[in-house]
């Protein structure tokens, strides 16, 4: 532990708790900033870690996987829980893997990250085979499930990556694609949560939203892809439709949006003339892109 980056005590702030707050609030603020700036030192193998990753994916039958224990797991949950309704990603192409599952997302249950038999039994029960994406997160890089879980799906075929805030260490090695979040020692030594998981959280938002547009879940900036979940989205849907086609008025772009049930992407080939049916086979033809959808359909 003494090794580990994130577990190191610095001797200079000893004396935290005598600081003012205005003082400690700019301590953790620099951290935070080497939290920023750690991801942005992994770009590139976060780059590599996309590009895998939406190879496999894009086969239309793989999985991916977000998994982890304590913070580092309620992190992965978070950021895959907002993929359904930001994205349209399936359900069933989406598992989200807490250690000491859905009891663990609200307190700690102890232990549960030290279970190898468990982390092993669950990738059984998954399923997990060479379609899958499983990305496992661990700040210390050294989760005793979390490794397990990793390397119990690479052996099944599965492209495995690993996310940790602590160099050459077990979760890193067992990757495929490791991406070392270098956020160093904690302000509060040990507490985790804080610039190690500021790392972790960018870095899932980066490697999401990447794989999604990647993955033609979006036409240039905008969620044509968002889910068609409730009434209060309905101006967002117009306005996204007008963001791709601009000469609509709200008048056509809400018989558009009726006529595909809520869903933007259904309804710009629509609005440019195809039935329901024949949007959805033309975006199956096109792999989902919407763009090349478009310059397949001829408008009214």
């Known amino acids: 532990m003494e090794s580990m980056p994130t577990e190191a005590i610095d001797p200079s702030l000893i004396d935290l708790d005598l600081q003012s707050n205005e003082q400690i609030i700019s301590l953790l603020l620099a951290s935070q900033q080497r939290a920023v700036d750690a991801v942005s030192d992994a770009g590139g193998q976060l780059e590599a870690a996309i590009s895998q990753a939406a190879d496999r994916l894009a086969l239309n039958r793989g999985r991916l996987i ?11 949950v978070q950021d895959g829980a907002e993929l359904w309704p930001t994205y349209g990603w399936p359900h069933d192409r989406l598992l989200l893997c807490m250690a000491g599952g859905p009891e663990a997302l609200l307190a700690s ?19 997990v ?37 602590n160099p050459d260490t077990r ?27 500021t790392a972790q959280k960018i870095a899932l938002n980066l ?26 989205l309905d101006k967002r849907r117009i306005r996204l439709l007008q963001g791709v086609l601009p000469r609509l ?31 959805r086979q033309r975006l199956q033809e096109h792999h989902d892109s919407l763009r090349a959808a478009m310059e397949d359909c001829q408008p009214r």
């Open 66 to 76: 977000l998994v982890g224990a304590g913070a580092s797991g309620r992190l992965a």
């Open 109 to 127: 249950v102890e232990g549960v990250e030290d279970d190898p038999v468990a982390a092993a039994g669950d990738v059984e029960a998954a399923a």
């Open 129 to 165: 085979d060479e379609h899958d994406v499983v990305v496992a997160l661990a700040a210390s890089g050294q989760s005793v499930w979390t490794c397990t879980w990793l390397e119990t799906s690479r052996q099944r075929g599965a492209l495995a990556i690993g996310m940790a805030s």
């Open 171 to 197: 979760l890193l090695r067992a990757a495929d694609c490791p991406v070392f979040l270098d956020s160093g020692a904690e302000v509060l030594a040990g507490s985790t949560r804080m610039s190690a998981g």
């Open 207 to 232: 490697f999401s939203t990447v794989l999604m547009i990647r993955l033609n879940r979006t036409y240039g900036n905008l969620m044509v892809d968002m889910a068609a979940v409730n009434k209060k």
């Open 249 to 279: 008025d709200d008048e056509q772009a809400r018989q558009a949006i009726d006529a595909a049930g809520g869903w933007v992407k259904l309804a710009v080939l629509i609005a440019l003339g195809d039935s329901a049916t024949r949007a």
